[in-house]
């Protein structure tokens, strides 16, 4: 099963925040909790520092960085020609798992937007990161992706992140698992069109029953330049398939006869073949709800990454909006091996 991740997050103390914030401003990278996932943060105002972030991730410099800040009332200093949907989700949605696009103002540098002309904005809920975002002081910003390698799949825990870039990051900042577990719901508030670019911790229909409308969901194969959207990116090192419930227990019986070393990710089933004892099938079983199932999603893979098996199954998830988040990330993680 994987890792357990309803721990409450050990206290920092206040030198270790503080510590954070001198690097900041030294111009340093740290890594930091978020409710979604660990970020990998620099100060938006040094260029090295977020030339620094590319590199570490091994990041293409034209995939924008979503820029987080504390305050509500600083939004109109990083965006400009806010639209009133825009306003309405921030002041529902925030602090929290939502990051809004919106035309970037003169305060955003174009290195953090990968030359764009708009940036996608975010203030978080988890209580060390608006900490740190607090003491790094007013109109200040800091730029973070997932900590983990390009096109890989995210951290969840501080101990992903240490195993990952250990060696290149000073300070990782300690706020225990994920309360999400998933990345923050993108949407983009460009020429007064709501889009969903990326689905995340905030539910679509929660969005549309704030707005009291309708948003599109942006298709696969949009030309939208965004990362987290590329066909294949969340992806484990290990071959992942998504199968449907039908066929899941046949299918992993035949991985079985062909002495495939497979784990099998099991949703809605709750058995497996029994013992087997060649120790070639692992059933994994994930609880049958889509917020559940997010939260223990990547550490669960990231787990069975580092168990040699030559094959992931995954159970598919339900084909509705409540599991539009998870089914993303699995179907961009199995099309990396495609
Ligand atoms: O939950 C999250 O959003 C986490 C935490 C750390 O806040 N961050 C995160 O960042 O997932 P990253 O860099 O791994 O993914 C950010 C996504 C990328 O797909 C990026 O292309 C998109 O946000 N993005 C950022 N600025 C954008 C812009 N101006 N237009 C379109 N997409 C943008
Ligand atoms: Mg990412």
Redesign the pocket.
Known sequence: MSEKIHNPPPNLTKEQITAAVTSLHKGDVIAFP?E????LGADISYPHAIRKIFDIKG?PPD????V?FAKLAELEFWAENIPETALILAKHFWPG?L?L?LP?SKHIPLSV??G?D???L?I?RHPIALRLLEELGSYKAVA?????RFGFV?PTSADHVRKEFGSSINVILDGGACEIG???T?V?CINREVTI??P??IQVLSIEKVLKQKVLVRSHNSS??????LTSHYATTTPLKICQSESLLSHSFILLQRGIRTAVILRSIHRGFGQDSSDKLHYVFMPNDPVEFGKDLYATLRKLDNENYQQILVEAPPDNLEWLAVADRLNRASHFHK
């Open positions: 978020t979604t996932v660990y970020g990041r995939h924008p960085l979503i987080h798992p990051t696009i970037k937007t990968g764009q708009t940036v996608g975010r978080p973070a992706p997932s900590a983990n995210s998933l990345e923050s993108i983009s670019l990326r995340g911790g939208i330049r965004a990362p987290g959207s």
